[in-house]
Every structure is written in structure tokens, then in C-alpha cells.
């Protein structure tokens, strides 16, 4: 994955106009019409603007920092927005967006049970059941479910019992987390059992075969 902040030279923190200063700097400088003489310039002048089109835009830039952090490349981006329900539900949803677009097998599974813990920390959870209605608080723990197809069964268990502490008393939703949690842990069940599966089937071919290669 690339590091667009190293490529522009600049911080995870840094601001919009910051970037886009750096931008200009380095697209002069390795501009191919600058350097007609430098095959490399102009690959590197094509890195910067693909680098200045991912961080110069705020949605790619959000995706692009979780993307990012999941894959352990770098520090979760600090949001400085106020704390609400709504703004709880938009992070958990951009999760999604992000993870819709990764490799799986290029993601820290440590560093997403991690984030999704993040979110389910006790202060959020304490503005969740002081502000939150139960429509935003279904669809949060929604969001997260979803969030978890990613993870392996074994990272489950602490968030099985943050979204437990989030339902609170709500039926309907302790049955929508224990209903997911128990079909994963019966798909990792059958998953382990597949090769075993696909060994007897596989010997009993050759069995057949060789039974039928004698009858002949």
C-alpha cells in the first residue's frame, strides 16, 4: 500500500492547505517538462497527483486513513468532532465504506478489533444510552455486526460484549448479537471440518476408482 503523506511529504495531521502546498512544490519540481531527460520524474510526478487526489479530497482522505491504519501502516487519523450518536453511527458506516474496498488478507486483524473496540469504548458507550434512540443504537450495532465479518472468530469475544453492554435490555437486539456471533462461530466450525470433508470425499473417489479399474 502506498504512503500518500510520505509521498507528499507531509504529517497524517497536516491540514488541507498544507497538502496541497506540498503538492505544488513537488509537482514543479518533478514536473516531466522539467525534466525531459528523467524517465523516473515522470513516475514520480504521476505518484504525487495520484497522492494529491486521494488527500486533497475528504471522503477518499477518511477511507484512505482507515485503510491506512488497518493495514498497520500508521496511527489512527484523531477526529475532533463532538461526540454524538449521529456522529458514532457516520464512523462505524465509513468503516464499512472502508473495509468494502480492502484485502482482507492485507488487514491488521489485531488493529480492527481494536478500532471497533475504539468505538465501543465506555464514553461512547455512556453518549449512546444517554442521547442515542433505539433506531440509531439497532443501526450502530448493525453497522458494527457488519464491521465483524472481517474478523476471525477469536477476535469476537470483547465485542460481543461491548454491543452486549450497548443493547442493554432490548431484546430484539441482544437476539440480532447473539444470532450473528452464533452463525459465525458455525461457519468457522464448518470451515475447520472442511478439509476432513473434502479428504474422506477425495479417498473415496480413489476408492471407487480403483474398485471400478478392477471390475474392469
Given amino acids: 500500500m502506498k504512503d500518500y503523506y510520505k509521498i507528499l511529504g507531509v504529517k497524517p495531521s497536516a ?10 512544490a513537488l509537482a514543479f519540481k518533478y514536473h516531466p517538462d522539467k525534466n525531459p531527460e528523467n524517465s523516473l520524474s515522470e513516475a ?48 462505524c458506516r465509513q468503516l464499512n465504506a472502508s473495509l468494502d474496498t480492502m484485502d482482507t488478507y492485507r488487514m491488521s486483524q489485531k488493529t480492527l478489533q481494536a478500532y471497533i473496540l475504539l468505538i465501543l469504548s465506555d464514553s461512547h458507550l455512556g453518549v449512546m444510552h444517554t442521547e442515542s434512540d433505539k433506531e440509531t443504537t439497532s443501526t450502530v450495532i448493525t453497522e458494527i455486526l457488519k464491521a465483524t465479518h472481517k474478523l476471525e472468530v477469536r477476535y469476537l469475544g470483547d465485542i460481543e460484549q461491548r454491543l452486549i ?12 448479537i447473539d444470532d450473528h456471533v452464533e452463525a459465525r462461530m458455525r461457519k468457522a466450525r464448518m470451515e475447520q471440518r472442511l478439509p476432513y470433508f473434502v479428504l474422506l470425499i477425495t479417498l473415496g473417489l480413489c476408492v471407487l476408482m480403483y474398485w471400478f479399474g478392477k471390475l474392469k
Fill in 15 to 24: 491540514g488541507a492547505t498544507e497538502i496541497k502546498k506540498a503538492y505544488r
Fill in 44 to 91: 514520480h510526478f504521476k505518484e504525487i497527483q495520484e497522492a494529491y487526489s486521494v488527500l486533497s479530497d475528504t471522503t477518499k482522505r477518511s477511507r484512505y486513513d482507515d485503510e491506512r491504519w488497518l493495514s498497520g501502516m500508521g496511527g489512527k487519523t484523531q477526529y475532533k468532532e463532538a461526540v454524538t450518536p449521529a456522529w458514532l453511527l457516520n464512523i
Fill in 165 to 176: 453492554a450497548l443493547a442493554a435490555n432490548d431484546d430484539d437486539m441482544l437476539r440480532a
